[in-house]
Structure formats: structure tokens, C-alpha cells
């Protein structure tokens, strides 16, 4: 039987409508499949009071899946989704089959950084083939990739009002504020901004870019789903620089154009039972809309290897 539950976890400024092409591909193969939105975003009311958290959302998903009859389940998550996901997995292990994502993260202390700029100088103490290799080296771009793509996190994790009122008062200021998000972070490769959009375009597909923008105009929560990143800041930043999963069976999906990169032998120190660890020619942040049958089967087949 395949009637193995899954949570699917976005992230931001993503929808569940991320998710349209993948969970009939899982549903076909005998899957239960769980998607909710994160609060404040897409279809979920934004929240009534401050502190909600990606721990607290990882609470919160883990008890709507123990209230939805599932008490052990596949977690699945790109972006916060990864984060979240991985909460829940250190939070309740032996609530979790398994733990897939498409973002790989990690805490980030003396170790990580040690070898990361190690890796830089002699990449082959660190790398573990030559597609990672090419993912991550010459660390000086991937250097210059994480310069220009998280100007917005830190806006977000300190002021996020301060943009989110234009985006819900102008149509315009939600097209330039989280629509170059998912143009820039599906565009194949950093450079001129003109050459960006139009790869991001292409990729990420007009109709989806549509799509995500109307719910979050129509739900008016562009600002609620810009403080997640502002609860992270204040809440639980100390907590993930320090979590480790070493038991629960790990897979990481790694796409050329997603935002953040790491070693395999780094990720290691947060992720000790990784059962699969695959990269990809092509896709980006938004995996699950530019290269679906790649996440799908990447999560599949980690279930199988799994169970």
C-alpha cells in the first residue's frame, strides 16, 4: 500500500498553488497528500497575535496531522516549508517517517563556516563530486549570488510593514516586490536584470506568476506573509543555529537556480542520516513549478528506499 501521508510545506512568497502540478502526480500513485497554507499567506487567515513562529507552525502542523489520523508521516518542504519541516522533524522524530527538501538548510556555526571556506581554497577536501563542485565553486560567486538575492531578508526580518502596506495598497508594488521573486529566483543564471527576467519568465511560466500573485492580492496577506521572516528574527534564530537531526532518514533535492547551496559533507553536521542526496540540471527555488517530475520522483523514491 502507497497510502503513505505526506505534508507539503511552502514557502514564501510562494502559495500552495506551488504545489498544483505535483499533488496529482502523488495522489495517481496512491499518496495522501497535505497541503496547507503557512499563516498569513495564500488561503490561511493571517495570525491574531505576535510570536508565530516557524517552531510554532511546526507545532501546529504537527498536531493537524496527529488530528488528522496521521501519526507518522512524510514531511516535505522548499524555503520556510524546509525549515518548517525540519522543526518538525527535530521537534517530534518519532512522529516522521522522513524528511525531504528542496532547500538545503542548515545551522550555521563555527564548524560550517570553517568548512565552507576551506572548501573554497581546497575544494576537494570538501566536495563530494564534481556537481557539487560546480554548484558551489569558485566560492566567490556563489558569494556574489547570496549578496544580491537576501537584501529582502533582511528588510523582512526587521521592517516588513514598511514594504508590505505598498503591496496591499498597489498592484504595482506587488508585482515588484514578490513578483521579481519568483522571476529572479527561477532565472538560470545571475547577471543583467533585463536578462534575468526574461530566463525567469520563462521558467517560472506567465499563467504561475499570475496565479500566485492573485491569491495573494485577492487574500490581501502580502504583508502577514512578510513577518514570518520578523518572528524567525526575534524567535527562533538561536534555536536553529543549534538544532541537530541525527536519527530521522534525510533527502536533500539540489537545483542549479535555488537561492541557497551547501556540501553534502557540510550538511552532515545537521542532517546525520541523509539517505539521499541528489542534484538536478535544471530548476530553481520554485522546483515543484520548473522541474516537477524531478521533485516528485526524487520524494517517491525516497520513500521507497525508506519503507
Known amino acids: 500500500k502507497k497510502n503513505t501521508p505526506i505534508i507539503l510545506l511552502h514557502g514564501w512568497p510562494s502559495t500552495v498553488w506551488e504545489f498544483n502540478k505535483s499533488i496529482p502526480l502523488l495522489v ?13 499567506h495564500g488561503f490561511t487567515d493571517p495570525p491574531t497575535v505576535t510570536g508565530v513562529s516557524p517552531s510554532v507552525m511546526a507545532c501546529a502542523y504537527h498536531k493537524l496531522m496527529i488530528k488528522l489520523g496521521y501519526k507518522r508521516f512524510i514531511v516535505h518542504g522548499g524555503d520556510w516549508g524546509a525549515i518548517i519541516g525540519s522543526l518538525i522533524t527535530y521537534m517530534y522524530p518519532e512522529s516522521v517517517i522522513g524528511l525531504h ?5 542548515m545551522n550555521f556555526g563555527w564548524r560550517q563556516i570553517l568548512q565552507t571556506l576551506v572548501g573554497a581554497v ?13 554548484f558551489m565553486h569558485p566560492m566567490f560567486k556563489f558569494g556574489e549570488r547570496m549578496y544580491r538575492s537576501f537584501a529582502y531578508f533582511h528588510i523582512q526580518s526587521v521592517l516588513p510593514d514598511s514594504y508590505g502596506y505598498g503591496m496591499v495598497d498597489s498592484p504595482v508594488g ?4 514578490i513578483g521579481s ?4 529566483w527561477s532565472a538560470d543564471k545571475y547577471g543583467p536584470v533585463p536578462e534575468m527576467w526574461r530566463e525567469g519568465v520563462r521558467n517560472f511560466g506567465i499563467d504561475n506568476i ?3 500573485l492573485a491569491i495573494f492580492w485577492v487574500q490581501q496577506n502580502a504583508l502577514s506573509s512578510m513577518r514570518i521572516y520578523y518572528e524567525f528574527y526575534w524567535n527562533d534564530l538561536e534555536l536553529l543555529r ?11 533535492s539540489n537545483f542549479p537556480n535555488e537561492i541557497i547551496h551547501l556540501t553534502k559533507f557540510t550538511s552532515w553536521t545537521t542532517f546525520n542520516n541523509i539517505k539521499q542526496y541528489n542534484y538536478h540540471d535544471h530548476g530553481g527555488h520554485f522546483a515543484h513549478i520548473d522541474n516537477t517530475e524531478a521533485v516528485v520522483g526524487d520524494l517517491t523514491s525516497f520513500i521507497q528506499k525508506i519503507q
Not at 124 to 130: A, C, D, G, I, N
Not at 174 to 177: H, K
Not at 242 to 252: C, E, K, L, R
Open 28 to 40: 495517481e500513485q496512491g499518496y495522501t497528500v497535505v497541503a496547507p497554507s503557512l499563516p498569513g
Open 101 to 105: 527538501n528542496t532547500m538545503n538548510y
Open 210 to 212: 499570475c496565479a500566485n
Open 122 to 134: 581546497f575544494p576537494s577536501l570538501v566536495y563530494t563530486s564534481e556537481k557539487e563542485k560546480r
Open 181 to 184: 521573486r519568483f522571476v529572479l
Open 242 to 252: 543549534n538544532f541537530s537531526i541525527p536519527d530521522v532518514p534525510v533527502a536533500i
Open 174 to 177: 506587488l508585482i515588484g516586490w
